[in-house]
Each structure stands twice: as structure tokens, then as C-alpha cells.
């Protein structure tokens, strides 16, 4: 039957993740079969701790478990299901890479010479809002790695070619045994080639690979937004050894537009309305963006309701942001800004004086409305100031 798992961790139930960490850490330090030279019976013990661990570290399983015991993990690491590579996997997630790049098996290291994919790189691309809502072919000039001409990528001046390290003997690696692990290394000679370089390739130095600029077309999705990430493979840097380039990763952002905001898929514009067209109601134009969807129109009508305010919104369907993975579109959002009129002479003032004169509160009802609140308010602040007999 197998053990409880908080009793193989030598843990309480209540103890937090870091603590199972520390608790994992030690036990697998002390049964790894690399310190108990072929221990069966250590072997078995690495094994149930990192099953154990699987499970309570993972906070799903830790509450199935928790609720059912065994039964309610079962096919999840418990009783004895993981394999020992299984287990390995997890020690060197809470150790790190120990196996491939700090410690070795005695007598079974791995060394890391070989083909090796080049780095990934970032590339900042800014666009207008234009170009995000139509989308568009853009090229752009981007900094990589690539094979040198002069020594076609092997580093050696022509006419010569590399030779086997000596120091590693082309493994690339170099071990040490210090107590019950092996210690490994990059070899210093050869930085980890396998083969050294006698006579060096000037352009580039002896690396096999000089920087310098590409040119890209990119086509830019319409209806991207600020911060997309666009990912173009084997665009980055030369791999190394033979080994496969890394790859591009775009990060777009959005210029600020003078006129419009973008929110999600709609695009919000604020558009002055003269008092007398917000009063009578009428009929104004606001800006939108060419498209298809707009006729090539870089307007379009918008009718104002009699006794508009400032911050009224009309919705326009179908003439925000196109979605970038489908035919949906947002809408464009106009805002009016009820402008009231400068700069008046005698007789225009006059008429503004007439209107208020023969205005009551049925054409001001928010006025009303408020001036009732505030009375209400003020009459309850002197009724609280007012001392008691």
C-alpha cells in the first residue's frame, strides 16, 4: 500500500509550498542514486519522494488528494506511476538543469557540442492607427547574426579548417569528480565547439558569423493593437554548429492619434456641436477612418437629437476596428461637446437674454433637478449646525 505523501515528505498537512520545497530538496539530496552508488533501495526512496512531491506541489492534485486520499489521484504520479526520467524531471525543475549543465551521472555525463538554435530577437515596430485599422506590407531593416561569406560560417581563415579540441577531445564539455557528483563544464579551450581555430577568418573574427542588417517584409495584420507580439520563425539569429536560426519576435505598438481613441474594437471621437444644433437638433459630420466598410468615406452623418448635452454618445455599427481574427467590426463612438457660442455682439446677446427670460424648468430639468438636491443639502447642513434648546 502506498505511504501517505505528507509522511514520505516528512511534512504537516498545513505546510505551504515553499516548505514542501524545502522539505523535496533535502530528501532528494540525500537518496539521489548519484550519492548512494547504485542503492536499490535509495533508488525507490528518489523515487516515492518526487511522486509525492508531483502531487502536493500541483495545488489540483494536492486537493483531490487532500479529499480522497490515493484513489483520488490515481494515473497522476500515484502509487509508484512516474518513472525514474519522470522523477529526474521534476529534481532538475526544483534544482535546475543539474543534469545537463552543472552535474552528470558519474561515468554517463552529456556534453553539449552539436548544432545549437541561434537567439530569438525583439524587434520594436511602431505604426500609425491608420496603418492598424487597414493593415499593411511594411519592410523593415533587422539587426541578426548570419554565416560569414569569407569562411562560409566555420571560422577558419580559407584554405584552413577547424581542428578537434584536445582539451575536451570535441566533446565540448569537460567533467571533474568532486565527491559523489561529476562537475561539468564548458571547455575553456574550445568554449564548448569541440574544435579550435588556428588561423582565425578576419571578417568575423574566428566566430563563423558577422552581424548585420536584413531586410524583412512583414505584412502587419489589420486590426492589431498596441502591444501585439508578432512571431516570424527562423528569422532570428544564425544557429550555431549547423543548428537551426532562432526566431523574430515583433512587438507592435500604436502611434497616439490626434483625433481618436481606441477602446478594444471601437473607436471613440469627441465632436463639437454648436448650442443651437444641440437645442433644435440637426445633423453634423464625424471623422472615420478609410476603409471598405466606410465607402472610402473619411466621414460620416451623424444625427444629434433635439436637447442634446455635452457627453452624449451616438454609435455608428460597423466602422471601429476591424477584429484581427475575424470579418467582426467595433463601432465608431461619437461624443458631442456642446459648444456654447464666444465672441457675441449686442444683438446676439440680446436674443440669448430673451430665451433664458422666457425658459422655465421644463426646458432646463436637469438644472431643476439639481438645485432641488442642493437645497435639500444645504437645509439639512443648517438644520445640524443649528444648537438644540
Not at 68 to 82: E, I, K, L, P
Not at 277 to 289: D, T
Not at 363 to 377: C, D, Y
Request: with cysteine; aromatic share 6%; hydrophobic share 35%.
Amino acid at each position: 500500500m502506498a505511504r501517505c505523501f505528507y509522511e514520505v515528505l516528512g511534512v504537516e498537512r498545513s505546510v505551504d509550498a515553499n516548505g514542501l520545497k524545502v522539505a523535496y530538496r533535502k530528501l532528494a539530496m540525500q537518496y539521489h542514486p548519484d550519492r548512494n552508488n547504485g542503492d536499490a533501495e535509495a533508488e525507490a526512496r528518489f523515487k516515492e519522494v518526487g511522486e509525492a512531491y508531483s502531487i502536493l506541489s500541483d495545488p489540483n492534485k494536492r486537493a483531490a488528494y487532500d479529499r480522497f486520499g490515493h484513489a483520488g489521484v490515481n494515473g497522476a504520479a500515484a502509487g509508484g506511476g512516474a518513472g525514474f526520467h519522470d522523477v529526474n524531471d521534476i529534481f532538475a525543475e526544483v534544482f535546475g538543469d543539474v543534469f545537463g549543465d552543472v552535474f552528470a551521472r558519474a561515468g554517463g555525463g552529456r556534453g553539449r557540442s552539436g548544432p545549437r538554435r541561434g537567439s530569438d530577437i525583439r524587434y520594436d515596430l511602431e505604426i500609425s492607427l491608420e496603418q492598424a485599422y487597414r493593415g499593411e506590407e511594411v519592410t523593415i531593416e533587422v539587426p541578426t547574426t548570419s554565416a560569414c561569406d569569407t569562411c562560409q560560417g566555420s571560422g577558419a581563415k580559407p584554405g584552413s579548417s577547424p581542428v578537434t579540441c584536445q582539451g575536451c577531445h570535441g566533446a565540448g564539455r569537460v567533467r571533474q569528480a568532486n565527491g559523489f557528483f561529476a562537475v561539468e563544464r564548458t571547455c575553456p579551450q574550445c568554449g564548448g565547439r569541440g574544435q579550435v581555430i588556428r588561423d582565425r577568418c578576419e571578417p568575423c573574427f574566428g566566430q563563423g558569423y558577422v552581424r548585420k542588417h536584413r531586410s524583412l517584409s512583414l505584412k502587419v495584420p489589420a486590426g492589431v493593437d498596441d502591444g501585439s507580439r508578432i512571431r516570424l520563425a527562423g528569422e532570428g539569429d544564425i544557429g550555431l554548429g549547423g543548428g537551426p536560426r532562432g526566431d523574430l519576435y515583433i512587438f507592435v505598438s500604436v502611434q497616439p492619434h490626434e483625433l481618436f481613441e481606441r477602446d478594444n474594437l471601437d473607436l471613440l471621437v469627441t465632436v463639437p456641436v454648436p448650442m443651437a444644433v444641440a437645442a433644435l437638433g440637426g445633423e453634423i459630420e464625424a471623422p472615420c477612418l478609410v476603409s471598405e466598410a466606410c465607402d472610402g468615406q473619411c466621414k460620416a452623418s451623424v444625427k444629434v437629437p433635439e436637447g442634446s448635452q455635452t457627453g452624449r454618445t451616438i454609435r455608428i455599427k460597423g466602422k471601429g476596428m476591424p477584429h484581427l481574427n475575424g470579418r467582426q467590426r467595433g463601432d465608431l463612438v461619437v461624443e458631442l461637446f456642446v459648444e456654447t457660442p464666444t465672441n457675441l455682439n449686442a444683438r446676439q446677446k440680446e436674443l440669448l437674454r430673451e430665451l433664458a427670460a422666457c425658459c422655465g424648468e421644463g426646458q432646463h430639468p436637469r438644472n431643476t433637478g439639481f438645485v432641488k438636491k442642493a437645497r435639500r443639502f444645504w437645509s439639512e447642513i443648517i438644520g445640524q449646525e443649528t444648537p438644540t434648546a
